[in-house]
C-alpha cells in the first residue's frame, strides 16, 4: 500500500509530461483557431456597427434615401423581429413540449415514439431556406405574405429544437423521483407534472436556444413576410424583420442604409447573445456542481 502510494505523489515520466503538454498545447491551439472567426466576426460587427447605434436608430423608422437631418432607425424591424419570435415561441412552446413529455414520459421506445423522435431529428437538419419554401407553398400561396405566415416557418425552425432539448431534460430526472411519487399514490398526471416542474429550468434552456435561432433566421422570412419599411399592420401584413432588413441593406448601394444593417446587425447580435447567456444561467443554476 505504501509503495502504491508512493507511486501516485511521483512525478510522470518525462516522455509522458512532455506528451501531456504537447496534447495541452494543441487543445489551446485547436480552441483558439476555433475561437478566431466568430472573434472577427464579432470586432468587425462592433467597429462598424457600435459607432452609428444611437437612441433614434432604436426609435425611428428608416428614413429616405438621401434625405438629411431626419431621424434614420429601424424602430420597425425590431417590432417585427419580437412579433413573430414571439408568436413562433408560443406557437411551438405547446406543441414541443407535449411532444417531449410524450416520448419521455409515456411513449419511450414504443414504435410511434422511435418514428416521432427519428421525423423530430431529420426536421431538426432541415435547412432553413427549405423551410421557407414549405412555409411559402403551405401558406403564402393560399393566402398572402404576412407576418403570420413568418412566424409559422420559424415555429417549425424552433421545434425540434424545443423537443429533443425537453426531452433530454426529462431523461435527466432521477426515477427515483417517479417511483416515489407513484409510492404515494399520485396519479400519471400528477406525476408527470412534477417530473415537468423539476426539469423546467433545462426546457426553458432549451426554449431559449430556439428563440435565439429563430431570431436571426434570414432565408424563412425572405419566403413569406418579405420587408416593410413602415411599422407592421397585424398578422396578416408583410412585416419587417431585423435579419431580412440587415440582408437587404448591406447589399444597398447606399452608404446610409450599409450602416444601418452594420447597427442592426449589432442589435441582433446582442439578442442571440443574452438569450444565451440566459440559458447558460439557468443550466448553472441547475448544475451547480458542474
Known amino acids: ?5 508512493l507511486d501516485l505523489i511521483e512525478p510522470l515520466p518525462a516522455g ?13 491551439l485547436g480552441t483558439a483557431i476555433a475561437l478566431l472567426p ?30 438629411e437631418g431626419v431621424p434614420n432607425g429601424f424602430a420597425n424591424a425590431i417590432q417585427g423581429t419580437v412579433m413573430m419570435v414571439s408568436i413562433a415561441t408560443l406557437i411551438s412552446i405547446p406543441i414541443g413540449l407535449l411532444t417531449a413529455i410524450y416520448l419521455s414520459e409515456f411513449g419511450k421506445q414504443s414504435p410511434l415514439a422511435q418514428g416521432v423522435r427519428f421525423l423530430i431529428m431529420v426536421l ?9 419554401v414549405f412555409a411559402y407553398a403551405v401558406i ?18 424552433m421545434l425540434p429544437i424545443v423537443v429533443l432539448t425537453s426531452e433530454e431534460a426529462l431523461k435527466l430526472v432521477p ?19 412534477t417530473v415537468v416542474a423539476t426539469a423546467l429550468a433545462g426546457i426553458t434552456t432549451g426554449v431559449l436556444l430556439a428563440v435565439a435561432r429563430a431570431a436571426g433566421e434570414t432565408a424563412p422570412l425572405i419566403f413569406t413576410a ?5 411599422w407592421s399592420q397585424g398578422l396578416l401584413q408583410p412585416a419587417p424583420s431585423l435579419s431580412v ?41 441547475r448544475l451547480p456542481n458542474r
Open 1 to 5: 500500500m505504501e509503495n502504491e502510494a
Open 16 to 28: 509522458r509530461q512532455a506528451l501531456s503538454n504537447g496534447m495541452t498545447a494543441l487543445a489551446f
Open 38 to 67: 466568430l472573434l472577427a466576426i464579432l470586432i468587425k460587427i462592433l467597429w462598424e456597427g457600435a459607432p452609428h447605434l444611437k437612441w433614434d436608430v432604436l426609435t425611428s423608422l428608416p428614413a429616405p434615401v438621401g434625405l
Open 124 to 132: 431538426s437538419g432541415v435547412p432553413s431556406i427549405v423551410v421557407g
Open 140 to 157: 403564402v400561396l393560399n393566402f398572402k405574405f404576412s407576418a403570420l405566415a413568418g412566424s409559422f416557418a420559424l415555429a417549425v425552425i
Open 175 to 193: 426515477i427515483q423521483q417517479r417511483l416515489a411519487s407513484a409510492a404515494l399514490g399520485a396519479s400519471p398526471f400528477q406525476t408527470t407534472r
Open 226 to 230: 418579405l420587408f416593410t419599411q413602415g
Open 245 to 285: 432588413m440587415i440582408y437587404n441593406y448591406a447589399n444597398s448601394a447606399y452608404v446610409q442604409q450599409n450602416q444601418l444593417a452594420w447597427s442592426a446587425s449589432v442589435i441582433l447580435v446582442g439578442m442571440v447573445l443574452l438569450t444565451n447567456l440566459l440559458s447558460r444561467l439557468l443550466t448553472r443554476k
